[in-house]
Nanobody, 122 residues
Framework: QLQLVESGGGLVQTGGSLKLSCQAS????????MGWFRQAPGKERAFVAA???????FYADSVKGRFTISRDNAKDTVYLQMDSLKPEDTAIYYC????????????????WGQGTQVTVSS
């Protein structure tokens, strides 16, 4: 079992930056692929980024070049550095874990955090 707790959300102006953290507790963090998803009001939860245990990273086209996912296995933590934020990035951001090959689909993720709100003002 893996418990996930996100932090770092908040209110930021367009063009600003935020760094989200996801603290994991459980014995299997280092083996898991960790992902970030986001859900805006009235929209489905969507893939943002993922990082495999070996460090390979994957991004949604909408955030490529602006967001950076990383992990520190010694601290059981995954991060999402968000730069050049836009109002359309406003959403609740969720951290999740998977051991599946399909890393873009939310159905592949088994454990989820409670989410952290990110609001980008124009």
């Amino acid at each position: 079992q893996l418990q996930l707790v996100e932090s770092g959300g908040g209110l930021v102006q367009t063009g600003g930056s935020l760094k989200l953290s996801c603290q994991a507790s459980g014995p299997t963090f280092s083996e898991a692929t960790m992902g970030w998803f986001r859900q805006a009001p009235g929209k489905e939860r969507a893939f943002v980024a993922a990082i495999r245990s070996a460090g390979n990273t994957f991004y949604a086209d909408s955030v490529k070049g602006r967001f950076t996912i990383s992990r520190d296995n010694a601290k059981d933590t995954v991060y999402l550095q968000m730069d050049s934020l836009k109002p359309e990035d406003t959403a609740i951001y969720y951290c999740a874990s998977t051991w599946a090959v399909r890393i873009y689909s939310r159905e592949s993720y088994y454990y989820w955090g409670q989410g952290t709100q990110v609001t980008v003002s124009s």
